[in-house]
């Protein structure tokens, strides 16, 4: 009782007894910790007054505590409701840090304490990244928790790319890697706090997404157009999600846009456009495709180049300026079909006798049947044929030929049952004849010929009005289809004719006697007898025989020969070799010679040519000389 009185007595002191007790009971409740479990995701924040946070000074626990929610004065903040709790380094997981903070760190001024207990660290799981992953699209990554205490790096070839937090996920800037498409790469990602990598979680190798491409496309990559599209499609490898595209019309170093729409629908882009100019350039780029697994073109874009044509073009014909059967059907062909029902009569002028006009396709056609030998004949076309389109105005176009010059008759037949065959141009009273290959092995001489025939043809005009020119190239078919000097029956053919100093056994060039080489007879062989026949048939007013290997001219004596002689060597360079020196020239028999018995017996005038070559015609060196022989 007394105590009490005297308690009651000192009203003062029973004031600082009271405000004791409740301090310490402050204290004692103020220094329990706080349980706090950490969220990676952050925001770890509680409530709970805090007196003068300026002044609170946290125990070193590797955690810092941030105040919010602050009632304050001027500068002077009295205190906070909030209480954020941040890791000052990597948290450790299974840990369980106590984080104290006091007035001036006294606490007995007054203590606050959290409890936070680390959980697991965030599971990623980067093993998306084993299906490929797009160059150019943010590679999204999964996390177990949303993760915003540690940062996230992908790292190849010593580049970097951020990820950037997302709700239970990281998102990367691979477009930053720089990666190619479909090639492989060692990809790291790392992951950080502070600047610091806590740890590597994987560094493996990745491809990266094949490209999308293009499979195919409506309109080719240069192709000439000729129908009037209005859209071009283009099959993709891949579904698409977006595409943007660009169409110019190209004109020298122009280029003008064209209007367009592109839409995507499943494995196609399809560009729209309306109806383009003709007889232009265009090129019609796609950019900015992307699929749906978020691959992009591989040089991100695809140009394709196309033209749109003009009207039906003429793009070959299959006869040359001369030559041309009678008969023979002439076939113009055009850069795509005409319009199968124009009339196109007036539009395609015929003359020299062509005629029998039709069309097909990409063709017309016409006949040479009603035009005469080495007659010339001539087509004309407007420049209004129209395409199968409608199109139309650069089908201008003409073509002169001329129909063979030439005919060909058999006069007789080789041992084994070639036919010797000889082409006669020009109708003239005066024959020229030129024999080639009456030695088999001496291929030049019908390669000549034959040379000749062609240059005969191409140039009929020129052979003169009062001529015929007529070409034996091969007499020797045998000996030319077998390579010997002499026929099937080993006779030398130019050793078989009835000249006086006709002989049956013969001494060859290099010496070789052969017995019977000369024939069993003069003209026991078909093909000397048709040669001479049909030389007599002739009784041409010069006769040209072709031999190697000489480099001269020999004249028979007959008529002109000798003055023609000069004149081929002047022309050809082949010296002139007299006959009388036959005998010192050729070291072997020339006896029963075509060229002698031309001179004894018929009395014809005859040039022996021996070219400078086995296998070369010489033609550069011997066709003046030889069209001078028609003057
Ligand atoms: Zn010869």
Redo the contacts with the bound molecule.
Sequence with gaps: MRAWRWYRSWPFIRQILLASGAFLIFVVISALARPVQFSYAGGNCYNGAVILPQLQKSSDSGYALHYTDLLQIGDVVLSASTVCVSPASAPQPHTTATIKSSLFGVPLLGQYAFSVAIPETPAVNYHVINDGVAATRPLTIPLNVTDRTFVYQLRAESKTAACKPQEKAISCDIEALGLKQGTKYQLALIRQFNGQTVKTLTDQDVTTLSPVSVVESSVKPNEAVYAKPTSVTFKMDKSITSATAKLERIEGDKRTAVEQSAKVKDQSIEVHFAELPRSSQYQLTLTEVIAEDGSSLLDKTYALAFSMSGGPKVTGVNIGRFGVAVGATVVVTFDQNLSPSQDISSLVKLAGGAGNLSRSGNQIRFSTASVPLCGDFSVVLGKEIQSEHGISGDSAWNYTSRTICHTVSTIGYSAKGRAITAYTFGSGSQTILYVGA??G??RA?YLLMSEWIDELESKARSIPADKTIVVIPAVNRDGLAAGS?RNANNVDL?RNFPTADWKKDVTMPGGEAVAGGGGSKPLSELESVALANYTRSLSPRLVL????VGWLVTPNEAGISSSYASTYSRLSGYYVSPKSAASTTFEYDTTGAYEDWLYEGPGIATI?V?LGSHTSSQSGRNFLAMWTMMK
């Design positions: 009456i030695h092995n001496e001489t000097r130019n025989t072709y031999h190697s022996l021996e």
